[in-house]
């Protein structure tokens, strides 16, 4: 079966930067997509961003556009998130994600990827 590990959330204040880590193990020939979701009190959960197997295909949820930057390294079965200019709406519980499927490459249609094994999840926090 599939596990997911997630690492390196906490505490950073406003403008701060954290690296979030995700490794995968068990069945990981099954893993194509991998990603991150996000979900803060009273909010459902949202596609924080996603990445094909080569590294080709990427979304962003536009919110995060430009300050996050997804990336994975196939031979440690690992996917990770940089998160840079941290703002307090970016305070959240945030999972990682990975699917059986490849993310295509039209963005509308990446917006939609669900996930098929999720991680423990890891709080961020952003305050001052």
């Known amino acids: 079966q599939v596990e997911l590990v997630e690492s390196g959330g906490g505490l950073v204040q406003p403008g701060g930067s954290l690296r979030l880590s995700c490794a995968a193990s068990?069945?990981?020939?099954?893993?194509?997509?991998m990603g991150w979701f996000r979900q803060a009190p009273g909010k459902e959960r949202e596609l924080v961003a996603a990445?094909?197997?080569?590294?080709?295909?990427?979304y962003y949820v536009d919110s995060v556009k430009g300050r996050f930057t997804i990336s994975r390294d196939n031979t440690k079965n690992t996917v990770y998130l940089q998160m840079n200019s941290l703002k307090p709406e970016d305070t959240s519980v945030y999972y990682c994600?990975?699917?059986?499927?490849?993310?295509?490459?039209?963005?509308?249609?990446?917006?939609?990827?669900?996930?098929?094994?999720w991680g423990q999840g890891t709080q961020v926090t952003v305050s001052s």
């Open positions: 068990g069945g990981t020939f099954t893993i194509y997509t």
């Open positions: 990445i094909s197997w080569s590294g080709g295909n990427k």
């Open positions: 994600a990975a699917g059986r499927r490849d993310l295509p490459p039209i963005v509308t249609v990446a917006g939609t990827w669900r996930g098929d094994y």
